[in-house]
């Protein structure tokens, strides 16, 4: 309804905004940040959070950029992907077993491993950006081309991954007991559900996630520096609450989240083509998550 | 000279679907001891709230030296000199043992600034009442459970009031610790002329300490009687008040062989060598008033909490329990006397709550099975009666008698031998209250061994063919479901 409405808003405003490039422009521009946001999802359904996102985004970019750079032939390539996936699943894995096992809060631990990742991107780069691939990586960008010169892959990877998510939440008994272990923990466990663990794997899913989206950025703009994926974390967890994700846990869905990165995604298309200056850009964004949460949470008032 | 110092007119409070209090008046001498006695839910709690001004009578009002009062606040209360030591002690656990004593009335010195100096000082003092060898600067959280509720008490009597509430102040306190705190109290009766309204379970401390005792039953208040007028016996009938329906259910006629053996689980001071067994078929109820320790057992058979020994067999497989997952594998099923906190998911559908325990079963491939779920939970709709208009429904719509029903349902799914109920029908209406006993009783029949864990006198006469009575974290004896009476149930309760 409010997607809608906006899209309505800005179609009238500026006629670029519904010209079809500009809407391919718009599903290109939010996939990283919605690929990132299903992982998201899951962690904030479990009623945890994880603020290492931003971090985790640009430390798998370069780490795959570097296995890229090193010249190691074929092999490169699927060793890149790998080394981003690793580095995120295990980020994830340490996340959710120091909030789960160690039993501190979620908040500090991601926190704290946001500063300590970022500091590991600036360590291997040295402060540089990676830009100049050899020849044999080339297979790898190819994801962030387009069909045709038209439609981005990333979009594709973005609906096909989407859905996937979408199944695991509804579908399976995984997700069955990540729905139960944040809407209630202690029934969780009393039920025998092994809610530790149902954390941890979340928090991997995570790191997977984010990886897989730092991934996409570095193909599509064939280079990545130091401070990719800054404050990224907010952006991120701001898709999964205007999607309606209920931040105490217990509450979301996959379609909610797409819904809430292409608000965001909306709101800042339309303002760079209404040509709003940057700084307020920002706090437009930061106005919308407000009235997102303000509005749902004032229907969730009025149903109970 | 009007000698009652605080005089209840006629206070009545209902809570959603219960009468907490109807009625009640009755009056405290300025300068006694009074002791307030009942079983569980019997209203004390809720008077005592009043008393202090935590909550709010529907109907009737508080007189304070003959002059009515109206608390909104417990400021209020404490403005006409009442103070209380809560059982459910509200303390901060961070602050050091003089800034919980001075949490209200903190002293500043000219300065504006805290008076530390002066609060230690203060502290010391009052620490030395009971001997507790602990500094004013140490953290509360150091502190035993017993130093804890003394502190509580002390920082009560520091306030200087007229009127004392205390809520089973002995609980955690050692026998020297409740016998400085008894001197203590005389001594500010004969002193300073002190009112104390004392909270208890324990018939012998009253005995010891009281001058009148006042019981309630079912939120009235029935009568006020002086102690050395009366016997542990005579309460115990006034805390009854009326006979109870027995006989309500055909006994189990065929219990069949024992199946569940809990033998020796112990756990601190908390659960004392508790030993007993179930047969197929039957129901044996766990009574005991506040604190006794039966939650504990439940909570320990299944796995819940560490026990320092003991061990738990069914159908022969004996096992020290540990976690929960492992107590399920063997067949054991509980529900939790906290149905908000601990049984529903509140955001779930009926059908999501129900499937908690057995969504496992029948899943391919880490995907619900979903014909089979449909199958399943029509299937308890159906035999447990719940009044659902779909089972897409979520679950906090529903009343509480048939949340309780789906939370049931959740884990016959699982086919358990032994199911531990806590407090299934607390906060139930009547009629509901009614099914979930007859549906229980149906269960047993089919063979399963049942666990009734109740504070609820005429559940366990009428549904259990056994009477387990706890009090102190001890079993202390046993009752055919024939010898069952509420005045022994109570007798042994507070023994």
């Known amino acids: 309804m409010v997607f809608l409405g906006l899209c309505a808003v800005f179609s009238i405003l500026t006629p670029n905004f519904r010209q079809i490039p500009n809407l391919i422009n718009i599903m290109r521009q939010i996939s990283e940040i919605s690929i990132a946001a299903v992982g998201m999802t899951f962690i904030i359904i479990c009623a945890e959070i994880d603020l290492s996102v931003g971090s985790v985004y640009g430390l798998s970019a370069i780490i795959a950029a570097i296995i890229l750079r090193s010249g190691l032939g074929g092999i490169s390539v699927p060793l890149a992907f790998l080394g981003a996936l690793a580095v995120g699943a295990l980020i994830g894995l340490f996340n959710g077993v120091i909030t789960t096992k160690l039993k501190v809060p979620a908040f500090i631990v991601t926190l704290s491993v946001l500063a300590i990742a970022r500091g590991a991107v600036y360590g291997v780069t040295g402060g540089y950006s990676v830009s100049v691939f050899p020849k044999s990586a080339d297979p790898f960008f190819r994801i962030g081309e387009s069909i045709g010169g038209v439609f981005p892959i990333q979009i594709i990877i973005m609906i096909v991954f989407s859905v996937i998510a979408g199944i695991i939440l509804s579908k399976t008994t995984y997700g069955f007991q990540i729905y139960a272990t944040g809407g209630n923990k202690k029934a969780a466990d009393l039920t025998g559900i092994n809610t530790d663990r149902i954390k941890i794997l979340s928090f991997v899913f995570c790191g997977l996630c984010t990886a897989i989206s730092g991934l996409i950025a570095l193909a599509y703009l064939t280079s990545v520096h130091p401070s990719a994926g800054v404050g990224r974390e907010m952006d991120i967890i701001a898709a999964v609450v205007v999607g309606g994700t209920y931040l105490y846990g217990g509450r979301g869905t996959i379609l909610g989240t797409f819904i809430g990165a292409a608000i965001i995604g909306v709101v800042r298309n339309g303002m760079v083509l209404l040509s709003v200056p940057a700084y307020s850009q920002e706090a437009a964004i930061g106005v919308v998550i407000l009235l997102a949460v303000i509005s749902d949470t004032l229907l969730r008032r009025e149903k109970a | 000279m009007n000698q009652n110092h605080i005089e209840f007119h006629g206070i009545s409070k209902s809570f959603p679907g219960v009468q907490a209090l109807s009625e009640v008046s009755f009056s405290i001498q300025r300068g006694e001891i009074h002791a307030l006695v009942g079983e569980n839910g019997a209203g004390k709690s809720t008077l005592i709230n009043i008393c202090f001004g935590v909550l709010r009578p529907d109907k009737g009002h508080i007189s304070v030296n003959g002059s009515p009062v109206q608390f909104e606040t417990t400021k209020d209360a404490e403005r006409h000199k009442i103070a209380t030591a809560f059982q459910e002690i509200p303390i901060c656990n961070n602050m050091t043992v003089a800034q919980n004593i001075f949490l209200g009335p903190t002293p500043k010195t000219r300065h504006g600034f805290l008076d530390n100096r002066f609060m230690n000082s203060e502290t010391k003092q009052l620490l030395r009442v009971f001997d507790i060898d602990r500094q004013p600067t140490e953290a509360m959280e150091r502190l035993s459970l017993a130093e804890q509720s003394l502190v509580q008490i002390l920082r009560a009597v520091y306030s200087e009031p007229d009127f004392l509430i205390l809520d089973e102040p002995t609980s955690s306190l050692s026998v020297e610790q409740k016998s400085r705190l008894f001197k203590l109290l005389e001594k500010l009766r004969t002193e300073r002329a002190l009112t104390v309204l004392y909270v208890s379970h324990r018939m012998e401390e009253i005995f010891e300490i009281s001058n009148r005792i006042s019981v309630l039953k079912d939120g009235r208040f029935m009568g006020t009687v002086d102690t050395p007028d009366v016997d542990h016996n005579r309460i115990i009938k006034m805390m009854v008040g009326r006979n109870v329906e027995k006989h309500a259910y055909a006994r189990n006629s065929a219990l069949g062989e024992t199946i569940v053996e809990v033998s020796n689980l112990s756990r601190g001071k908390i659960l004392k060598d508790i030993s007993f067994c179930i047969k197929k078929g039957e129901i044996v109820g766990l009574a005991g008033l506040q604190g006794a320790g039966r939650t504990e057992v439940g909570r320990a058979v299944f796995g819940v909490d560490r026990i320092d020994v003991g061990s738990v067999s069914i159908e022969g497989k004996t096992v020290r329990p540990m976690t929960v997952r492992q107590a399920m594998k ?12 601990e049984g529903i998911v509140p955001a779930m559908s009926v059908r999501d709550n129900l499937i908690m325990v057995s969504f496992r079963k029948a899943s391919r491939l880490g995907f619900l099975a979903g014909s089979w779920i449909r199958q399943i939970v029509e299937t308890y709709i159906g035999m447990m009666n719940i009044k659902v208009s779909s089972s897409q429904q979520r679950i906090d719509s529903l009343s509480g008698g048939n949340q309780q029903k789906v939370i049931i349902s959740r884990w016959l799914a699982n086919n358990p031998k032994l199911l531990i109920c806590d407090e299934l029908t607390r906060g139930i209406d009547v009629g509901a209250k009614a099914e979930l006993q007859a549906r229980l009783h149906d269960l047993a029949k089919k063979g399963l061994a049942v666990l009734l864990i109740s504070s609820e006198m005429p559940e366990l006469l009428s549904i259990c063919d056994r009477i ?28």
């Open chain 2, 468 to 495: 387990l009575v706890m009090h102190n974290g001890r079993i202390t004896g046993e009752l055919s479901h024939e010898e069952a009476t509420e005045e022994k149930i109570l007798y042994l309760a507070t023994v």
């Open chain 2, 330 to 341: 063997m067949g054991i099923a509980m529900i939790s006397e906290n149905r908000r906190d």
